[in-house]
């Protein structure tokens, strides 16, 4: 029998003797005086007061052997559950002794919730001892960010379509890059001809110069009083972004600023001139990219997107005046509407092949949170720069509309 069963069979020999117990302490009936004495005879169906105690006798009996049995059972039961313990307990030991044997790395720490919390509160004070000291003796340098921070940096360079676009270079200091200004073309070589002249090869340089674009905003000291990761979230989320956004501002105003024919010193970027939208405009802009502007893209104001839409809705055609290239909208280049002669109003090209961002310093960005100058307003600045150079590096990688 299985221990549940014992238990009911107990609980049922329980019961009926209990029920015994009763019949035995019920009083015998008094019989009347008159009647001549003579063996009284038993009710029928009354078991006999012997027959009640044979019977109980064998229920005590059982009762023993069944009492037994469920503590040879609960014994086997309370032996596995020990058994069981003893396996976890084994194997969490060894957990537990594989990690002090195996130490986690210093980008593992990073990821802690104590580092996360430690650099935090670095941000704000500026004592990075919380934070070296969670971190092995090989780290020194710069205090390392967290893979949090470092994915708000990332996720905000890739929101921003235009700098998702660009190259990106990660060399100290100023960065210089070569592109060809002329070249002779190959020839045909007939066998037995006379050589053919030395190609004519004539280079230019453009110099990326780092530049540090700030960002700085105030916050209550409630919004200091933010720790770890919340803090995180809400200081990067807001500069990260706009640094990303002046970063595309930058690159527009570089693309302008090119002359049309290059030079030794920065390339050249082509120009349209059309003075009304119509549905052949981006063709003309992509006719005068070079052949190596594979991945070509249009960027313009949302102004201007209308206005190209509005044209083709008011012809019902059904072509698309944007060529089907991707649409990056920067609302720094003039609209259409507002655009004088001469001022460009939308710009085709191949960011990938055209521009390059260099960051000497890494992506990151630098955050220096200052809780002096606004104190008597209970108000906070948080400062953050990107340190990066930004510049056009390819001849005819570009196009710009203008009026």
């Known amino acids: 029998m299985t221990l549940d069963e014992l238990k009911e069979r107990l609980e049922a020999i329980d019961a009926e003797l209990s029920d015994i117990v009763s019949q035995l302490e019920e009083p015998a ?27 109980s006798t064998k229920l005590m009996e059982e009762r023993q052997d069944i009492l037994a049995e469920i503590e040879k059972a609960e014994a086997a039961i309370a032996e596995e559950k020990r058994a069981m313990e003893d396996v976890i307990t084994n194997v969490e030991t060894e957990i537990i002794e594989k990690r002090e044997e195996t130490p986690m790395t210093n980008m593992e720490v990073r990821n802690s919730k104590e580092y996360i919390d430690a650099y935090a509160e670095y941000l704000k004070n500026g004592e990075d001892a919380e934070c070296r000291a969670l971190l092995t003796e090989n780290a020194s340098g710069t205090v390392a960010v967290p893979e949090l ?99 595309a501002d930058e690159l527009i105003a570089k693309i302008e600023a090119c002359g049309t024919v290059s030079t030794t010193t920065c390339v050249g970027v082509p120009k349209v001139t059309a003075n009304t939208i119509g549905l052949d405009t981006i063709a003309q802009g992509m006719a005068a990219l070079s052949d190596e502007a594979a991945n070509p893209v249009v960027m313009m104001n949302k102004a201007t ?25 920067n609302n720094t280049i003039k609209a259409f509407s507002a655009a004088s002669t001469g001022n460009t109003y939308a710009i085709v090209g191949d960011l990938e092949q055209g521009a390059l961002m260099n960051f000497p310093k890494g992506e990151e960005i630098g955050i220096k949170v200052d809780e002096l100058s606004l104190a008597e307003k209970d108000l906070v600045k948080v400062v953050g720069r990107e340190y990066v150079g930004i510049g056009v590096v390819a001849p005819n990688a570009f196009v710009k509309i203008c009026k």
């Open 29 to 55: 009936e008094e019989e009347p005086a008159e009647e001549p004495a003579e063996e009284p005879a038993e009710e029928e169906g009354r078991a006999s007061v012997e027959e009640l105690e044979e019977r």
């Open 305 to 329: 997107w209308g206005a190209f839409k509005a044209a083709q809705a008011a012809g019902s055609y059904g072509y698309d005046p944007f060529e089907g290239l991707d649409v990056l909208f």
């Open 149 to 247: 921070v470092y994915d708000i940096v990332k996720t905000a360079w890739e929101k921003e379509g235009i700098v998702a676009r660009v190259k990106k270079a990660y060399i100290q200091g100023n960065l210089k890059v070569g592109f060809e200004l002329s070249a002779t073309g190959a020839t045909v070589h007939t066998e037995g001809a006379a050589a053919p002249s030395e190609e004519t090869l004539v280079l230019g340089t453009v110099e990326l110069v780092p530049q540090s674009i700030k960002k700085w905003i105030t916050i209550s000291d409630e919004a200091l009083d933010l720790r770890g990761e919340a803090f995180l979230q809400y200081i990067y989320d807001e500069l990260t972004y706009q640094i990303a956004k002046k970063a």
